[in-house]
């Protein structure tokens, strides 16, 4: 077995494995640019050697300075994670030139697999089912839109060299593929340093999943069971589940055979995923095989109960599995999500900065028998870079049982456990993913791939309280309010007969993200067991909490139901947050609340005839010069950030009064680029 191990990546997958590595006896190495000199992956490492400036390009995707880091701590061998080098044939092959241990699958496989086009080609000669489209490379946006044409449209439009949503777009008419096919372009050669480009048909209604296969260097390979990986937005992953809730037993005995027959085409060992698509009656096509460890894997693990990482370093070290294909069970039911650096408010543009708060969930079973599993990188008080995915944390929680009851309990579990992670700070997608747990049509497992692009089609702006949670919310909002003047009347000092009398009506409006403007007449009698709140329409609910001023995470029951609730007294207002819900609340006597409702409301400054930077990043190009008429939908500017290129267009016509940026430099969200006149 190795001794040292050193992890070629960054964030939560090096904390990932630095966690078995150590579980293993093994010492590991971590490596870190400029920015990740206080990570959290390098505190964890037994050592860290530092491999040059933030940008990627510069550190964690330069071989000679992993070798050179190797070199220095006498590492044996190399994980690489998922990302930067991991599918890197080239540095596969520099390792083995350098007698270190490369713990994923041999270079042949990678060159092979890692390349789209190719990659389709083996998977049809090896029985596989594929995607039809063009395979050859395409030289220019002319030929581009003549393929697609004769494909037909919808059609998808990939980077040969491409992974996680990047360089990828869908096309439903010329236009777009003739913009998608420049976008990919520059969007590969940025993020991969390969603009190779194919085209393929686009399956409309589909579903991602995706089957996790695993090998040994003496000829076994396996399967380890499917993972529906289709709520995705732009084509990233943002929630996993195993199994699928849409696969019966012969499509993923199917699927898996599949997998491994194109595995075993190019001689393949170690952990690898081969990704399918799958129509709505079961018709699965090969999309492509990553080589190397996903970032969904641990929704396997729990499932399998099988450490895919022990087995990637044990399969590296030349050992043989001591399982086989009849050994592998599927036992309750798994939910990753995606805990992203992405403001959702903002149509998921990236957020940076300080986290100012992060306390995630407590681990491991619960009262109730499920799990709760938090894979994360980051830690309060540390930064999230622009330079790097934008990703903090990865979520997962699993039920025993089986079939829908299973899944449902998974998704309860992991519902309660987002409504108990805080993160502060920062933009980030904590409402969106409650509001998913909370959405019939996901809770039902009729979903694809365009989920989230039908169900959110003007975007994610909150989730409305219905009437029953706006009820629920002002009881909680009235109990706070309680506690908070309990405490202020408890002021030494004052004058005995002049201590303040607590009222018991308030009236509670309830208002913020996703939220009209509602109010809520309450009484409030408190007693030795809680409190009752009585409503307008002289119904009531019993009311109980442990919370004390201070606190911003507190559980409530209301009603017999307990809640886990965030929440923030911000100036005069209460902050509550849960189940995707944001809202400000107010609790106010009667005679107040009838003066506020005659005060004007402040209606927000008008930027209609400004372009202003959507997210933190770097201004890549302006098309556009003082003086240019422009007309609606037409190209103004590029803005990238954390790998991702934004393209900024007009929304009307208008003529351009003034140019405030520059191609190269870097801005803050809401910054000028363009006035109009």
Known sequence: MFKKILIANRGEIACRVIRTAKSMGIATVAVYSDVDRDALHVK??????????????????????????????????????????????????????????????????????????????????????????????????????????????????????????????????????????????????????????????????????????????????????????????????????????????????????????????????????????????????????????????????????????????????????????????????????????????????????????????????????????????VFEGGEISMYYDPMIAKLCAWAPGAGSSARLAAIDAMASALDGFEVDGIGHNLPFLSAVMEHDRFRSGKITTAFIAEEFPDGFSGVHPSNEAARKLAAIAALVNQAVQERAVQISGTIGNHRRVLGRDWVVTLGGTGSDILEQTVSLDTGPDGATIRFADSTAVSAASGWLPGQTLANFKIGGESMSVKVNLVGTAIRLRCRGMDVSARVRSPRVAELARLMPIKLPPDTSKMLLCPMPGVITSITVNVGDRVEAGQTLATVEAMKMENILKAERQGVVKNVAASAGQSLAVDELIIEFE
Request: aromatic share 8%; charged share 25%.
């Open 44 to 377: 964890m490492a037994d050592e860290a050697v530092h491999i040059g400036p933030a940008p990627s390009n510069q550190s964690y995707i330069v071989i000679e300075k992993i070798l050179e880091a190797i070199r220095k701590t006498g590492a044996d061998a190399v994980h690489p994670g998922y990302g930067f080098l991991s599918e890197n044939a080239a540095f596969a092959a520099a390792l083995e030139k350098a007698g270190v241990a490369f713990i994923g699958p041999p270079v042949k496989a990678i060159e092979a697999m890692g390349d789209k086009i190719t990659s389709k080609k083996i998977a049809a000669d090896a029985g596989v089912s594929t995607v039809p489209g063009h395979m050859g490379l395409i030289e220019d946006a002319d030929e581009a839109v003549k393929i697609s044409a004769s494909i037909g449209y919808p059609v998808m439009i990939k980077a040969s060299a491409g992974g996680g949503g990047k360089g990828m777009r869908i096309a439903w008419n010329e236009q777009e593929a003739r913009e998608g096919f420049q976008s990919s372009r520059n969007e590969a050669k940025s993020a991969f340093g390969d603009d190779r480009i194919f085209i393929e048909k686009f399956v409309d209604q589909p579903r991602h999943i995706e089957i996790q296969v695993l090998g040994d260097q003496h000829g076994n390979t396996l399967y380890l069971g499917e993972r529906e990986c289709s709520i995705q937005r732009r084509n990233q992953k943002v929630i996993e589940e195993a199994p699928s809730p849409f696969l019966n037993e012969a499509t993923r005995k199917a699927m898996g055979e599949q997998a491994v027959s194109l595995a075993k085409a190019v001689g393949y060992f170690s952990a690898g995923t081969v990704e399918f698509i799958v129509d709505g009656n079961r018709n699965f096509y090969f999309l492509e095989m990553n080589t190397r460890l996903q970032v969904e894997h641990p929704v396997t693990e729990l499932v399998t109960g099988i450490d895919l990482v022990e087995q990637m370093i044990r399969v590296a070290a030349g050992e043989k599995l001591t399982f086989g294909q009849d050994d592998v069970k599927l036992d309750g039911w798994a939910i990753e999500s995606r805990l992203y650096a992405e403001d959702p408010y903002r149509n998921f543009l990236p957020s940076i900065g300080r986290l100012s708060r992060y306390r995630p969930p407590a681990e491991g079973k619960q009262p109730d028998g499920t799990i709760v599993r938090n894979d994360t990188g």
